[in-house]
């Protein structure tokens, strides 16, 4: 069981490059999320998917996007990078259903844009 | 709107003394709040959970208590080692697919 994983773990883009980065998990959950995190900002929602095919916006989601076209797999897209995207993504997902399920995280993916 | 608040840091401790981090949350109904774990260069990990009211979270000899009439959830351990040095989050969920994370608090130990 490998959980949830991420590609690549660092990246260097330079301004308007465009890049995808891919999460994965094996265990079956309907529930999918793209989290930033910036020094003292703690964890910002980007995008999350409540099930294959479906995806919605988080708090900061502009200058990204996101697929969900097989359950396992939740896709972030950068169009045209800005400075402003350099910080450190995490991919998450947990069980639908009650409350108490808790979210698995990836080990997440340093993006630095030039 | 649903929100969790914990104490700023940095907080730093010499080894062996008492850990307290204080989270306070706002939420209708009843919510899960739970605490994570995220050491230098790694993703959050659950450190522990309450899914009701007056439960105890415990775990690698944290532990956090689910109080409904403080709407607190603070995270405690008696005897801190260089190794617990990390960031903690405290969070709550409801149900459905939305979870509120704190900002964050980092903690270093010093031998």
């Known amino acids: 069981n490998a959980g949830v994983t991420q590609t690549p773990k660092f990246r260097v883009l330079k301004t308007g490059q465009s890049m995808t980065l891919l999460c994965a998990q094996d265990m079956n959950h309907e529930y999918m999320y793209w989290y930033r995190q910036d020094p003292g900002m703690g964890l910002r929602l980007i995008h999350y998917?409540?099930?294959?095919?479906?995806?919605a916006k988080g708090e900061v989601p502009d200058g990204y996007n996101v697929s969900r076209l097989k359950k396992q797999n939740f896709l972030l897209g950068l169009e045209s990078a800005a400075p402003s995207q350099t910080s450190v993504y995490f991919c998450?997902?947990?069980?639908?259903?009650?409350?108490?399920?808790?979210?698995?995280f990836g080990p997440g993916t340093r993006l630095t844009v030039t | 709107g649903d929100s969790v608040t914990q104490m700023e840091g940095p907080v730093t401790l010499s080894e062996e003394a008492f850990l307290t981090i204080n989270c306070t949350y706002t939420a209708t109904g009843y919510p899960s709040l739970f605490w994570y774990v995220q050491y230098p260069g790694e993703g959050l990990q659950l450190l522990l959970k309450a899914t009701k009211a007056d439960d105890k979270g415990s775990n690698k000899g944290f532990e956090a208590t689910y109080r409904k009439e403080t709407t607190s959830f603070h995270l405690e351990k008696g005897s801190v080692q260089v190794s617990d040095s990390a960031v903690y989050f405290c969070a709550l969920r409801k149900t459905g697919n939305q979870f509120y994370f704190g900002t964050g608090t980092s903690l270093t130990v010093i031998p």
């Open positions: 998450a997902s947990n069980l639908a259903g009650g409350s108490s399920y808790e979210q698995y």
């Open positions: 998917s409540v099930g294959e095919g479906t995806t």
